[in-house]
């Protein structure tokens, strides 16, 4: 006799699948949806907090679902370099997607308090047999990481100073602002712009004085307030 497989759901599994979103869960039916997060753990990181190391064995995969982060490259000088922000509904190290054991090409931290479902690498491949739907959203986180590459490689190549800095406080105010009253509020420092902007830091301090003084920004002890995306 045949035995329907029952679904176990922490209340904090249960609490989050209505908000769900992203490539991840893309055309995977809802009660797949069940099964599959209660395969997963649930983690909390505090702020600054490392989900993923570079170079470290991909043997986990994270689904970000409350709070934001970074992806950032360390150089062999040790330079760190800001590349790709990451909000809730994002994956971090889809490499583990892959069958053959591989290290994480960058490191994600998240840059306030946050929560994400893991699943360790045997899970992931189980489940992708079980659900074939998640390779081909694995395909697809893909291609958004080449998309994302390219636009990076056409700014640094075909774009000034000036307008790679105006994309990028355009899309960090999109990805992980907070919206006030005031305007959008992003946490980031001069240092970390300057690296996603590939410019030097007193550019960024020349244009944020600048945008400042036309009422565009407005800069508080280690914030930036967006009056207007409207910037290059």
Not at 80 to 85: D, F, K, M, T
Not at 86 to 110: H, K, M, N
């Amino acid at each position: 006799m045949c035995t329907k497989q029952r679904t176990a759901l922490h209340s904090s599994q249960q609490q989050m699948l209505p908000h769900l979103n992203g490539r991840f869960f893309e055309n995977v039916r809802a009660e797949d949806r069940k099964r599959i997060v209660a395969a997963a753990k649930t983690q909390e990181y505090h702020r600054n907090a490392v989900l993923a190391y570079q170079g470290e064995a991909a043997d986990r995969i994270f689904l970000l679902v409350k709070g934001h982060g970074r992806h950032f490259f360390t150089t062999e000088r040790g330079e760190r370099v800001v590349l790709r922000w990451v909000s809730a509904g994002d994956v971090i190290g889809a490499i583990a997607f892959l069958s053959r054991p591989s290290p994480y090409q960058v490191s994600t931290e998240v840059v306030k308090g946050s929560r994400a479902l893991i699943w360790d690498r045997k899970t992931l491949h189980r489940l992708v047999i079980e659900f074939p739907q998640l390779l081909q959203n694995a395909m697809q986180i893909a291609s958004d990481y080449l998309e994302w590459y390219l636009t990076a490689q056409i700014a640094l190549t075909c774009q000034t100073g000036r307008e790679r800095f105006a994309s990028v406080l355009k899309l960090i105010a999109q990805t992980v602002g907070h919206k006030t009253p005031s305007g959008i509020e992003i946490q980031v420092s001069n240092e970390d712009l300057a690296n996603a902007a590939a410019i030097t830091v007193f550019e960024v301090s020349r244009l944020i004085s600048e945008w400042k003084r036309n009422g565009l920004v407005e800069k508080r002890r280690g914030k930036l307030i967006l009056h207007s995306l409207d910037l290059a």
